[in-house]
């Protein structure tokens, strides 16, 4: 089986050299000034992009950890302990991870401001992303599943808690996140119609055509169905994260087909250089992952792999190449996509 959207190219490339071509950012008022504040204390070295052929230096880093604390603490206020304990211990031991790098709301917030809108807009829904996501991982994660032991260096959420509190504390999760964005998405800056359509794009994305999709392939299917299984398990996460963000903001039908199709590259391209790391790494260290999911490198070799990061890296690129109009807030969605296969910096606190 054989899917356009991991398609090889022939060439990969590694961080260049950037030009001086420097561009002001004004994502927002609210960054403009963390930016300013971060910079005077501890300043962090842009990182440069490629838009639309030119070469543009943007600080991807306080842009994103500014993000984080704006996040973390909302996602704490959001699950707190309550009874039963247990249950919500299990939810908040995984969704407020600190080697979680909240790459599905940012890339919300960051879609959302692309067409001008209010990042208070998007943090409920943005909270809501990293819920779903993290009972994905949950799930993920379980002995009938892909039998992770551990996540981000951490022991695993049923090895902590038990495959009971796992497999109820991702199902009060799901749910969790759809509440989350109708009681606080404020409604004089989202209109009703465009919330709907947020949590069908969620239920469909999370669905039995969508992620669930593919986590029954990762088990049942064969190995050539590893394309539909990182399109579906990853891409689903990252199309979702970019689509709400543009559908929060009132972003037309064609801009966010072109979300849709600019996130789904970025998330697989993501997992693919994952897969690249981590075979890499096996064959430094001559050792075996134990857990059952697929690995496109392993599958395909490292040479295949990384001409597919590429060919995912230029079509993520070139969607984003059609928002030309409004400049320089498209600057944090291209950062992320030479962020996925370059790692110029960690996002996230040491465990």
Avoid at 12 to 23: A, D, E, G, M
Avoid at 99 to 111: E, L, N, S, T, Y
Avoid at 164 to 179: H, N, Q, S, V
Avoid at 234 to 244: I, P
Wanted: proline fraction near 6%; hydrophobic fraction near 40%.
């Amino acid at each position: 089986m054989v899917f356009s959207l991991l398609s090889s190219s022939p060439h990969f490339y590694f961080p260049r050299k950037p030009t001086n071509l420097i561009l002001p950012i004004r994502c927002s008022a609210a960054y403009s000034a963390a930016s300013s504040s971060s910079s005077s204390s501890s300043p962090s070295p842009p990182v440069s992009t490629t838009t639309s052929g030119s070469s543009v230096q943007f600080d991807l880093k306080t842009y994103w950890t500014t993000l984080i604390a704006e996040i973390n603490q909302k996602l704490d206020e959001a699950i707190p302990i309550r009874y039963p304990e247990r249950i919500y211990e299990a939810m908040r031991y995984s969704v407020l991870d600190v080697g979680a790098k909240r790459a599905p709301p940012v890339m919300c917030v960051a879609a959302c401001e692309l067409f001008g809108g209010n990042r208070l807009a998007a943090f409920p829904t943005a909270c809501a992303l990293e819920m779903v996501h993290a009972a994905s991982l949950i799930h993920d994660d379980l002995p009938c599943m892909d039998d992770d032991p551990s996540r981000r260096g951490k022991p695993s959420n049923h090895t902590i808690f038990g495959v009971d509190m796992a497999i109820l504390a991702g199902d009060a999760l799901f749910p969790l996140g759809f509440r989350h964005i109708v009681s606080h998405t404020p409604s004089d800056l989202v209109p009703e119609p465009r919330l709907l359509r947020v949590i069908a794009e969620i239920a469909r994305a999370v669905g039995s055509t969508g992620m669930a999709a593919g986590q029954f392939l990762d088990l049942e299917g064969g190995p050539n169905s590893i394309e539909y299984v990182q399109e579906k398990k990853f891409g689903e996460m990252g199309e979702l994260s970019a689509v709400c963000g543009g559908l929060l903001a009132g972003a037309e039908d064609d801009e966010v087909e072109r979300l849709r199709r600019y996130g789904r590259a970025v998330g697989v391209l993501y997992q693919v250089v994952d897969d690249i790391i981590e075979e890499k790494s096996k064959r430094e260290e001559d050792s075996e992952r134990k857990g059952k999911g697929k690995n496109y490198a392993r599958l395909y070799g490292i040479e295949k792999a990384m001409k597919v990061a590429e060919e995912l890296r230029t079509k993520a690129k070139k969607e984003l190449d059609g928002f030309e109009e409004y400049g320089e807030t498209a600057v944090p969605l291209y950062s992320f996509v030479d962020y996925a296969v370059d790692r110029g910096f960690s996002v996230a606190k040491s465990s």
